[in-house]
């Protein structure tokens, strides 16, 4: 089913690693801390990669969805054979409005990307660019104004503010640094 989305809308969550036996399963490898919103919605929107111009997302339904390790595997209503599970590979994203609400002060990782980053001098160390995970900590994918990407760890030490109202995330954090 193919259905015209505004992709302001969407988040997204996990990417599709292929398939998962013989019968159309799906395996699935979520998106840091936010994997786990795959199981908030029985409803996602694919989007093949590599992305094409004027390629709208796809709906999907999902009918199950268990852990397999780090992963998941899900059983898609859409696909059913190993052939189209493996020709599945992209973006999974779930629509923002089929998520629990948020409480007053938690966020989305997505919602950082495109804050500036200041120190506690004021200077602007970049823009974030994404949030990762190293197994440790999360940590705050920064774009620094020269165009190298560095990481901050999103502990307490180094993460003073986020100010949404700013569009910014302030740091303890030195340019020297990078």
């Given at each position: 089913m193919t259905e015209n989305k505004n992709t302001d809308e969407l988040m997204q969550v996990g990417r599709t690693a292929g398939a998962y036996g013989v019968r159309g399963w799906v395996r699935v490898v979520p998106m840091g801390r936010q994997g786990d919103l795959l199981f908030e919605s029985?409803?996602?929107?694919?989007?093949p990669y590599p992305r094409k111009p004027g390629v709208s997302p796809r709906l999907l339904t999902v009918s199950e969805l268990k852990a397999h390790g780090k992963d998941f595997i899900?059983?898609?209503?859409?696909?059913?054979?190993?052939?189209?599970?493996?020709?599945?590979?992209g973006s999974?994203?779930?629509d923002r409005n089929d998520l629990p609400q948020l409480q007053e002060g938690d966020y989305y990782d997505e919602d950082l990307v495109g804050l500036s980053v200041r120190?506690?001098?004021?200077?602007?160390?970049?823009?974030?660019?994404g949030v990762t995970d190293n197994g440790a900590q999360d940590l705050l994918a920064v774009r620094a104004t020269e165009g190298d990407v560095f990481y901050i760890p999103m502990v307490e030490a180094y993460i003073e503010a986020i100010d949404f109202?700013?569009?910014s995330v302030i740091v303890d954090w030195s340019l020297d640094w990078n």
């Open positions: 029985d409803r996602w929107w694919f989007l899900a059983k898609i209503e859409e696909i059913h054979t190993r052939e189209e599970a493996m020709a599945l590979k999974l994203l779930v120190n506690l001098q004021d200077e602007v160390l970049g823009e974030v660019v109202d700013q569009s």
